[in-house]
């Protein structure tokens, strides 16, 4: 083992993994683990006007993850507690030093983590109380801080929400694009046909990928469907172009830098502050969760090659792997890519144990320089410019006010001190009088 980390230090990062993975199988350990999941199988966000138009058939609520959802995404962390606990990665108990959970601040996506959580942390697994365990949480049941932000304020997560050049791209290149055009083109009897069955009569492509979601999680859960629709192959051809429709709006050629950016910066900077490259801005935790959304899952996907631009199924996940021959040595460290545990053997790096290095150079190569800058909007972490400028139009009107405040305050104690002046020379008067008549009554 010491010759190869000797080797490694005169042979090219790739070429030492290929020898050292080669000579010996167990000579690589796993660093670090982040997790970009779709959340679980979830009722339609909207009814439709004439069919499927009945909210109370889904008893949870319009967009609520379902009973199903759950237990995908607890089967899920089952799986994850087989590949990453019963390894030895992570302890068998919860700790916080280890496990991070992030999620988009929607319903359905913060249940998916704790369902996922609970599989990979079940009962038994939580603390006891030391004081008297017989007061503890029933079956020592372990809860775990799932973090969020609000949708306008994550970047990370919900791209497609805060990015307004995404949203100009999507309306007036992607859709007004040759491809585009064909394709409603292509199929304008088969929209109109949809659009007609539903209850829109002015129907479009992209409402038809819309009238897609609905259906399709209608369908999954056994909700009878129009049997136009069951006819042929109409169903297979919507749900076609309801993947199409969604592939183009996150996952195109155009809009794919503005959407996988953030996600790919992030691994990046989780990579090199546990590879030891730039120092650590937070706690260095070996499992990351992100809980959120298929559009957020698939131009992540898509830009590292794990799949072409379609919708990810419920309980996606996308796992970047860190694994290191020798932290000591940043040529040592490589990346590994899942997608539904299947590894990704990217072209950007020519083998699925892809350096370190390479997969921050294509990061950097991929990404735009300064997604904020290119987005039109400014980061939770810096100023706003209308938020500046309300700040300062309130230091004026506080300063304003202090000195009125002041000015009062000078004026008021100027009119009580000429007030008790007066006062006294009343009273000093007054008492000359006195003394005046008291001198008359004893001539």
Known sequence: MRLLLLVGRVLSAPLFLVLCLAAVPSCAHLVQVIQLSRHGDRAPITMLPKVLDDPSVWPLGLGQLTGRGMWQTWQLGLQRRSRYIDSGFLRAEYSYQEVFARSTDVDRCLMSAQSQLFGMFPPGTGPQNQVNPLNSIPDRFQPIPIH????????????FSNCPEYLRLRSDVVEKSEL?????????????????????????????????????ASHVHGMPLPPPLLEDDNLDRLIELGNWVLGQDFASPT???????PFLQEVKRRFQEAAGLQQPTSQVFKFILFAAHD???????????????SIPPYAAHLDVELHAVDTRTPE????RIFYNDTLIQPSFCGTADCPLSDFL????TFSLPNWQQACGTTSPDEPN??????????????????VLLAAWIVLATVFWARKCAIKRQL???????LQEVAGDSNL
Not at 332 to 335: L, M, N, R, W
């Open 148 to 159: 969020t932000m609000l949708i306008h304020d994550d970047f990370l997560l919900r791209p």
């Open 180 to 216: 585009w055009q064909e394709k409603e083109k292509e199929n304008g009897d088969f929209i109109k046909f949809i659009g007609d069955m539903f209850g829109y009569p002015d129907n479009t492509l992209r409402q038809t990928g819309w009238i897609y979601d609905t259906v399709f």
């Open 255 to 261: 809009v794919l830098p503005y959407l996988a950016t």
């Open 295 to 309: 559009t957020t899952v698939m131009p992540a996907a898509v830009a590292l090659e794990a799949i072409s631009p």
């Open 332 to 335: 040592s460290f490589y990346v």
């Open 361 to 364: 150079s294509f990061v950097d």
């Open 385 to 402: 410019p209308a938020a500046t400028h309300l700040t300062t139009l309130n230091l004026v009107l506080i300063a304003v006010a202090s």
């Open 427 to 433: 009273r000093a008067a007054s008492y000359g009088h």
